[in-house]
């Protein structure tokens, strides 16, 4: 037996053997002394990097987005800041934190000028997803920063560390950050700067741990009480950034999972032959429910209210709206001519509204369009959006003497559809 467990043991180790393929450790260490200063190109292409997520998170374009995350530089100085904690390199310490700053303030500086100046100021849902961290958001820095220090510690590196750069996503929350102080909404600013700092620390948390795990020599010996000194401030900085994400994912969760039992509730003890259940809400205290149909009896209900606390909702009220459609229908043909001309006109001036509402929607939405357009379709003019007897149209006039030939069109028609939301849009080219 005892055979057998050492078999396995050497057969295991080999798999997960981390030291077999390990770079030369000062190699490693001269790398990450190359990505972390900001200054000539580095520094213009990380310039280049933010205009490039900006854009992306403007014109709402996930593939632009993970471009920029590509090519940006700012892994740099925080793998440094991991690695020079490891070894007790004091100056590339000093070094990483300096130009982790520097390059933090470009990079935020540059992302609120170019949202000053930008015509398009609604915060989309690729920006709208870098304002509220969790703590998975926390998982995915440490996991992503462990194996880019892995692939950076291999003499085979593979395509790990351009995978680390999207995953973690160091680029899209600056830019973030730099759209709240533009348009001086500071909870998006706080957000997205915390989502940004959650990457920070986690990645140079699982850089520091990957490199005592690799067993990299140390350049200087601290003496004990420094080093106790230092793993306490690593783990009280780990343990604060991580306090806010947990509460909002502890928030998040205990929503979820309180939709849940209000759905199940509904779906077990509210469901009658003949009753449809058109929504449930739960506001405050109270959880709403809204059927038509048959009326649910008062004892239904009641037995109903019971139940709620089998369902994790104890302490919650319920209150059910009711509208038989028969009864209804009765009662209206019963009212006298007032009340009735009262709710005609009522409903033509809602259904009215609606219209004009639809009209005007396409308005502003053409606004958008049009500039989102003209960026991804260099060889749109303009692009006016609209509606003729009801249904959504498109024209789109081209630029003169640019080409664009039939598959060009045939995704712009298909970008339009999708950008719009209806997939009948008829597009005319001018």
């Not at 043991?9 to 770079?23: A, I, M, P, Q, V």
């Not at 000539?40 to 933010?50: D, R, S, V, Y």
Request: glycine residues 8%; proline residues 3%; contains cysteine.
């Amino acid at each position: 037996m005892q055979i057998n467990l050492r078999t396995i043991k050497r057969s295991l180790g080999k798999y997960f053997n981390l030291t077999g393929d390990k770079e030369d450790e000062l190699a490693v260490i001269e790398q990450v002394k190359g990505s972390i200063a900001f200054r000539g190109t580095n520094l213009w292409i990380l310039i280049f990097a933010i205009f490039i997520a900006s854009l992306g998170l403007n014109v709402n374009s996930t593939a632009v987005i993970i471009g920029a995350m590509l090519i940006s530089p700012l892994m740099g100085p925080i793998i440094g800041m991991g690695l020079a904690v490891g070894i007790g390199d004091s100056e590339m310490l000093k070094q990483s934190l300096k130009n982790y700053g520097v390059a933090t303030l470009i990079s935020v500086l540059t992302a609120t000028l170019y949202f000053f100046i930008s015509p398009l100021s609604e915060a989309r849902s690729e920006l709208l997803a870098r304002t509220s961290p969790t703590l998975y958001d926390v998982l995915i820095a440490f996991f992503g920063g462990a194996a880019g220090v892995l692939a950076l510690t291999m003499k085979s590196k593979g395509q790990v560390i351009p995978g680390v750069a999207i995953a973690t996503a160091l680029m899209p929350p600056l830019c973030t950050a730099g759209y709240g102080l533009a348009t001086a909404q500071w909870a998006y600013f706080f957000g997205a700067f915390y989502l940004f700092f959650i990457n920070t620390v986690f990645i140079a948390t699982a850089t520091f741990l990957g490199v005592k795990l690799l067993r990299f020599h140390p350049l200087q010996r601290l003496e004990s009480e420094a080093a106790r000194r230092g793993r306490k401030v690593i783990s009280w900085v780990v343990i604060i950034t991580m306090i806010p994400a947990a509460v909002i994912t502890v928030n998040l969760v205990t929503q979820d999972v309180v939709m849940r039992n209000v759905n199940q509730f509904v779906k077990t003890e509210l469901n009658f032959g003949g009753t449809q259940v058109l929504s449930s809400r739960l506001e405050h205290d109270t959880l709403y429910v809204v059927a038509v149909g048959k009326e649910i009896a008062a004892d239904n209900i009641a037995v109903a209210r019971d139940r709620l606390k089998f369902y994790g909702l104890a302490g919650k009220a319920l209150s059910v709206i009711q509208a038989d459609n028969a009864e209804s229908y009765a009662l209206a043909s019963n009212l006298n001519r007032a009340e009735h001309t009262n709710t005609v006109l009522s409903g033509q001036i809602a259904d009215l509204q609606r219209q004009l509402a639809a009209y005007t929607a396409y308005d502003t939405l053409s606004v958008h369009v049009n500039a989102e357009a003209h960026t991804l379709f260099p060889w749109v003019d303009k692009v006016l959006v609209g509606r003729v007897g009801g249904m959504p149209v498109a024209f789109v006039d081209r630029e003169e003497g640019v080409p664009a030939g039939a598959d060009e069109r045939n995704r712009l028609v298909g970008w339009l559809r999708t950008r719009v939301g209806d997939s009948k849009m008829e597009v005319f080219f001018k």
